[in-house]
Structures are given as C-alpha cells and as structure tokens.
C-alpha cells in the first residue's frame, strides 16, 4: 500500500488543505492497473514531516504482513500510535485479510455447562441420499403413480437399511433415536412404524423386476458403462438320484469323475 495526497479547498477558511489516502495498486478484469482508496488517514496533522508519512506507511505495511524489519526505526511515538490506530482500523472495516499466524479472539468456556438435546447421526445417510437422487428412484415411482408420502417412506427405509441393517423394529428406533434420516427426505419421524415399514418393503418387492431394470440403465448411463455379459466360470455337479424327471440333469463328463450320474452345468457370469 502506498500514501496518496489529495488538495481540498475549505470555503470557511479559504484556504487549501492536503489530505492523505492509503490506497493499493490492483488490475482490472482487463489486466490494466488501477488504483483504490482503501482507507482515509485525514490531514494527518500530528506527523507534519514528510519522512514521518513515509515512516507511517512503512509501518502500516509491515503490520498488515506480519513482516517487521530487522531494525527498529519508529522510535517516534506518534508514527507508533497512528500505525496502530490505523492498522485496527483497517482490521475493523475488514479492509484487510488476518496476517500469518494471527489468532482470533478466545472466549473461555465451561464445557460442563453444554448441553445437547436430540443430537443425530447424518453423514452416512447424506451420502446415500445423494445416491438415491442420482440413481433417480424417487421419479421411477412417480412413473410408477406412487404418491409423494409412500415415496419419502420408501427412501427413508431403503437408506436406513443401508446405513444400518437390522430388522423393522430396530430400524425404527433407530430413526427415531440416532439418525437424522427423515429431515433429509422430508418424512415425519413420528409417524414411522414397523408396520408401516413392512407395508412399503412389500410394495416396493411388487416393483423388483422394474426396478431393477431402471436401475441397470442409471448405473450404466451414470458410470458410462457397456453392459456386456461375460462368461466367469464353467463347473458341474452330480446327482444321487436318478433324475428321471428331470429336463436340465444329463448324462456327461463329469469332474468327479461319477460318469453313472447325471449331471447339471453351473456357469458364473458377470458384467462389467
């Protein structure tokens, strides 16, 4: 930052005064440079010598960095005090960002006197409402002609069952007492029941084959997937029994070397 004069004429006194600026060099969005008042320092009438307002200025600087010379050469109290005056000032009107290493201000606190009321857990359940939203499950049931409520209690129990698997009781204590689950979809937590929860897991089962394929698509879409299909692993196994009835049981190598018997073949597969 540097000082700048400005001339002012006083109609009272008749006269012209000199006042100061401290102002900085800044480029535009242009990349041209130009230049801002940043804070007004007055006539500065107690420091009348030209070397005492480039001391100041020097001062003011070394302060905003945090970066004091090697020597002292403000042995003049009034440069001191303005410096400081004007360095709480620029601090006051935010006109500065905090110098290395400063600290704010403390305030001591009894931590017996804290108390906590209705605290719950989010974060976990935060992640996998991002993915429900993402994975759009909630506008497949709308296609579905599901309603909004049954929506916002289906997302509730599919997250809770991620983040924590247990059985419907337990899950609704579970929301009811450690999760923040419902302010994230809007459902109210009073009025979660298991018996609410075991009517929307059998509504959804109802959509499974959909569901599933709405699924396929989204991860496929999201993750820039080809959903290809390749063949794992091949292996079969024997039959005690006849398997007269059987259309799949076959007579055929087997690896158990039990050629009496008939046999079925096992394939793993995956896709990508």
Same mark, same amino acid.
């Given at each position: ?127 996998? *409402?991002?993915?429900?939203? #993402? @994975? ?6 709308? %296609?579905?002609?599901?309603? &909004?409520?049954?929506? $916002? ?51 959804? *089962?109802?959509?499974?084959? #959909? @569901? ?6 989204? %991860?496929?879409?999201?993750? &820039?997937?080809?959903? $290809? ?44």
């Amino acid at each position: 930052m540097f000082l700048k004069n400005i001339i002012k004429y006083c109609k009272t006194e008749k006269t012209y005064h000199t006042y100061y600026r401290l102002c900085e060099s800044y480029r535009d969005e242009f990349g041209m440079p130009r230049q801002r008042m940043v804070l007004g320092l007055g006539r500065l009438l107690e420091i009348p010598d030209l070397d005492q307002k480039i001391l100041l200025t020097a001062r003011i600087n070394e302060l905003i960095k945090g970066t004091p010379t090697l020597f002292n050469t403000y042995k003049d109290q009034s440069v001191e005090q303005l410096a400081q005056h004007f360095y709480r000032e620029l601090k006051a009107k935010k006109k500065i960002d905090k110098r290395p290493g400063e600290t704010e201000e403390w305030e001591r606190v009894n931590l017996k006197t804290l108390k906590n009321k209705d605290v719950c857990e989010i974060g976990a359940e935060s992640l996998c *409402y991002q993915a429900f939203n #993402q @994975l759009n499950i909630d506008k497949f049931l709308h %296609t579905r002609g599901w309603k &909004d409520e049954d929506i $916002k209690l289906a997302a509730t129990h599919i997250i809770s069952r991620a983040v924590y698997p247990a059985s419907e009781y337990k899950t609704v204590s579970w929301i009811k007492e450690n999760s923040a689950i419902c302010e994230l979809t809007g459902y109210d937590k009073e009025r979660v029941t298991k018996d609410k929860l075991y009517g929307i897991s059998h509504k959804l *089962y109802r959509e499974k084959e #959909q @569901l599933e394929n709405h699924l396929s698509r989204c %991860t496929n879409e999201l993750f &820039d997937l080809e959903d $290809k299909i390749i063949l794992y692993d091949l292996t079969n196994t024997y039959f005690e029994g006849r398997m007269k009835d059987s259309r799949m049981a076959k007579f055929g190598r087997s690896k158990e070397k039990r050629n009496d018997a008939r046999l079925i073949v096992l394939a793993l597969i995956v896709n990508t």
